[in-house]
């Protein structure tokens, strides 16, 4: 059986300096990965190596990400039993669920990195690459493998800086372990269909911006958005709230683009019909915004931008996040 590795950089593989520097740059191929793992060899598996690009996960596109996407949709239609990305944790929850929103096929996509490089004291790179490479589950759509744990892309953030235990799914957990060379999936989440491919050009010209609200914000760098932006996330206060202050612009903004009401902390849903305060849920919910549910503002923007280049009309909005959030 094959695996295709489709290698984009960052930390994993960052065991070079450039001149005059003290920090470490990505430089690591994938052949150079794999070779650095004991034990890969004796998983039986034929690593079909895509070296693509040694980048800063931060500097990641919507359009590079697809690309590789298309790639391994290429390589697994060609018959690989899987594929396995490596690139930088810093973009990776967000760069997976991009891919587990568009990835047709029931043969894993699964997206792995490191927090400690190739330079220092235990380098978690190789073993997650390892653990990464055993996961052949099919019907899970895009997930992330680190630190010998399985999760939905979907739900995963980075939590942590600097900790190799950085990423995790608060809401749900860990769908599986690799324990001693073993996967065991634990938790089947229910998968909804794959969107459309999208359009490269209409994706390029669509923007959403990301708006976190703090205390006193009353949303004046809002002004003028909707002549500059396809779609706004709003990452809210606790269940859904912003000041009361900012509630009309945002309504009037809702009016003009889709906007849509996340939660700023990390976990849970926004709410629909608890507060009715100026600037609550119930509030911004009857000037227009959409009800982000269970998704995150960094993945609410990624859907969100999907939606906008496909022509999504409000109602069409309002029934995604309704499905996915
Ligand atoms: C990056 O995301 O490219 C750097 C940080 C990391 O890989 O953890």
Redesign the pocket.
């Known amino acids: 059986m094959t695996v295709a590795l489709f290698t984009l950089?960052?930390?994993?593989s960052?065991a070079g300096r450039a001149a005059g520097s003290v920090g470490v740059v990505?430089r690591l191929t994938g052949r150079d990965l794999t070779a650095a793992v004991p034990g890969l060899a004796d998983l039986g598996e034929e690593i079909e190596i895509h070296d693509v690009e040694a980048?800063?996960?931060?500097s990641l596109t919507f359009a590079q990400v697809l690309e590789v996407v298309d790639a391994a949709s290429r390589a697994v239609a060609a018959g690989a039993r899987g594929v396995v990305v490596s690139?930088?944790?810093?973009?990776?929850e967000e760069t997976a669920y991009l891919a587990d929103l568009v990835w047709p096929h029931p043969e894993p996509f699964v997206v792995t990195?490191?927090?400690r490089n190739p330079t220092l004291a235990g380098p978690d790179g190789p073993a997650n690459l390892l653990a990464a490479a055993r996961v052949g589950r099919r019907d899970l759509g895009g997930l992330v493998v680190l630190d010998d744990e399985i999760h939905a892309a979907r739900w995963v953030r980075k939590q942590h800086s600097t900790s190799t235990s950085t990423f995790g799914s608060r809401d749900v957990g860990a769908l599986g372990q690799v324990i001693e060379g073993r996967v065991r999936v634990l938790v089947r989440p229910d998968r909804p269909a794959p969107l459309p491919w999208p359009d490269a050009g209409r994706l390029a010209a669509r923007r959403v911006a990301l708006h976190v609200v703090s205390l006193e914000d009353d949303g004046a760098q809002l002004d003028g958005l909707a002549d500059t932006h396809d779609g706004l996330v709003v990452a809210g206060f606790g269940v859904g709230h912003v000041p009361a202050t900012m509630a009309p612009r945002l309504g009037a903004l809702a009016e003009r683009i889709p906007v849509v009401l996340t939660s700023r902390t990390g976990g849970g849903s926004v709410l629909s019909h608890t507060y009715g305060a100026v600037g609550s849920e119930v509030d911004l919910l009857s000037r227009g915004l959409v009800n982000g549910g269970l998704l995150d503002p960094y993945k609410a923007r990624v859907l969100l931008r999907l939606l906008v280049a496909a022509g999504a009309d409000r109602a069409a909005i309002a029934e995604a996040f309704a499905t996915r959030g």
């Open positions: 950089g960052g930390t994993i960052m990505a980048m800063p996960s931060s690139q930088g944790t810093d973009s990776l990195g490191a927090m």
